[in-house]
């Protein structure tokens, strides 16, 4: 063996691209415990708080007493349980939908989904910077690829001008919000475009669900296309503070994706605890205090994304809960979040393959629970790394 796993170790390493897990102690907050420091967290997809929310844990602990661990098979075996059709009622009824289908999670959803729509003969459009499980999804389907470049719907409009009759089935993919940079897809064009050209438009709002639009409902409903969108894809593991993901969609979309989704029809279906969850999740989402949740996030968004720009650092456009700020290659990135993290700030350096590379950015997430002060605290210790470091 000539390539030997302490090869391909080093050979990560020497391109400072190596990566490992850290061990966050107790319930997930606005601070939390890191290797035994305490740190201001600001890089989680928790944007809400729910997954630390009494009323999610106690759901969960009363499907377990009713319902046990397990649903011991997929859903089209004998998996399928009274929460699963619950859950699908209430999502199609939170996203006004026909119909609705839950995945085991995001990238599940994603690489179930795209394969069961389009293969050999059909042609995928897909934004440069969708989420790593789209780009899966796609390698999977066997489909043609296009790239278009970010949120360039000129560029897509073109491309579907020459290529869009000579395939059997067209879909345009991208992120609501997206993953990285934080900036909302032009909903309102691609839905033009995929009019104008007889394709499917879908949608990955794992950033939106729960946090855009009136109740939460997206970032389609944000942009009010949401009849436009064919397959309006979401999580629950983000801002709704469990974990899973949905298709609403049509009901005979539905029954396409029940028969043709791989990673829908082969895999053990979500457990009653996880359900029950998104079922609490939900509802708070829809009521009174969501609404309050979301307007605390949306401020701290906004002030800090704000902060930041006066502070002089290069933050991509976007109005959502994601901050990037870019810093350039990976090594300064690292060391940018190694100097965060002795000073009590969490948040992670992306490196590619991640981001393209070059622009190696620090991603900060503001959640609901953050306190202002908090917040402008962070920014002065931020602004002070970023000037040693060249990055201001
Ligand atoms: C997180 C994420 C996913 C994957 O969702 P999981 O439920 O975590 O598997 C898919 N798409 C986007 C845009 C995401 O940010």
């Not at 499907?63 to 859950?87: F, P």
């Not at 979500?270 to 989402?285: D, I, N």
């Not at 992306?350 to 920014?379: K, W, Y």
């Amino acid at each position: 063996m000539n390539r030997t796993i302490h090869n391909e170790l080093e050979e990560i390493r020497s391109h400072g691209l190596f990566r490992s897990t850290r061990l966050i102690s107790g319930r997930q907050s606005a601070r939390v415990m890191l290797s035994g420091l305490e740190v201001l967290l600001l890089c989680s997809n928790n944007y809400l708080g729910l997954a630390g929310h009494p009323a999610l844990a106690e759901a969960s602990i009363r499907a377990i007493e009713r319902y046990g661990v397990s649903s011991g098979a997929s859903r089209l075996v004998s998996g399928t349980m009274e929460l699963h059709e619950q859950l699908e009622q209430a999502v199609t009824s939170f996203k006004k939908s026909e119909s609705a289908l839950v995945f085991n999670s995001g990238h599940a959803a994603n690489t179930g989904i795209i394969p069961a729509l389009v293969g050999r003969g059909d042609a995928v459009y897909s934004d440069r910077l969708n989420h790593a499980s789209i780009v899966d999804g796609i390698r999977l389907s066997g489909a043609r690829l296009f790239r278009y470049g970010h949120n360039d719907h000129l560029q897509l409009a073109g491309l579907m001008d020459r290529h869009g009759s000579s395939h059997g089935r067209s879909l345009i993919v991208t992120d609501g919000i997206f993953s990285m940079d934080g900036d909302m897809a032009p909903l309102v064009e691609l839905v033009a475009l995929k009019r104008k050209h007889d394709a499917l438009l879908m949608v990955d709002d794992a950033h939106g669900s729960g946090v855009m639009g009136r109740q939460g409902r997206g970032s389609a409903e944000l942009s009010g296309v949401a009849d436009g969108v064919d397959i309006r894809m979401g999580t629950f593991g983000k801002a709704l503070g469990s974990f899973g993901a949905y298709a609403a969609v049509s009901a005979e979309l539905r029954e396409l994706l029940v028969n043709r989704s791989r990673s829908f029809i082969f895999s053990t279906s979500l457990p009653p605890a996880v359900l029950a969850a998104s079922l609490a999740a939900l509802e708070l989402v829809q009521s009174p205090e969501g609404d309050a949740l979301r307007e605390r996030l949306h401020a701290n968004a906004a002030f800090f994304r704000k902060a930041l720009l006066e502070t002089g650092f290069m933050v991509p456009e976007g109005t959502s809960q994601i901050i990037p700020i870019i810093t350039g290659n990976s090594d300064v990135t690292m060391r940018f979040s190694g100097a965060l993290l002795e000073e009590g700030i969490f948040a992670q350096g992306i490196r590619p393959p991640t981001v393209p590379a070059g622009s190696c950015r620090i991603r900060f997430t503001a959640m609901a629970t953050h306190r202002i002060n908090d917040l402008e605290q962070a920014v002065t210790v931020i602004g002070k790394v970023g000037s040693r470091l060249g990055v201001v």
